[in-house]
Nanobody, 115 residues
Framework: QVHLVESGGGLVQAGGSLRLSCAAS????????MGWYLQVPGKQREMVAT???????RYADSVKGRFTISRDNAKNTVYLQMNSLKLADTAVYYC?????????WGQGTQVTVSS
């Protein structure tokens, strides 16, 4: 069983920055990949950014050039640095880990961008 705990969400003005953290209970070095997903009310959860065990990254078009995903294997933590935040980035952000065929999700952290 893998437990993921997100932190770092909050209220920020448009144009500002936040850094989300996802701390895992296990060694993320062995995880196939980890990622950040967002969800707004009434819509499906969607991918924001992912990072593989080898360090390859992938981003949604809407966040390319503004968000950066990274991982610290020693701390078993994945980060999402979010810069130049827009009103449209307002959502609950979830951390996900893929270990073999199993998917694990955190509880989510709210990010609210105000004008």
């Amino acid at each position: 069983q893998v437990h993921l705990v997100e932190s770092g969400g909050g209220l920020v003005q448009a144009g500002g920055s936040l850094r989300l953290s996802c701390a895992a209970s296990g060694s993320i070095f062995s995880f196939n990949d980890m990622g950040w997903y967002l969800q707004v009310p009434g819509k499906q959860r969607e991918m924001v950014a992912t990072i593989t065990s080898g360090g390859s990254t992938r981003y949604a078009d809407s966040v390319k050039g503004r968000f950066t995903i990274s991982r610290d294997n020693a701390k078993n933590t994945v980060y999402l640095q979010m810069n130049s935040l827009k009103l449209a980035d307002t959502a609950v952000y979830y951390c996900r880990a893929r270990v073999g065929l199993a998917l694990y999700w955190g509880q989510g952290t709210q990010v609210t961008v105000s004008s």
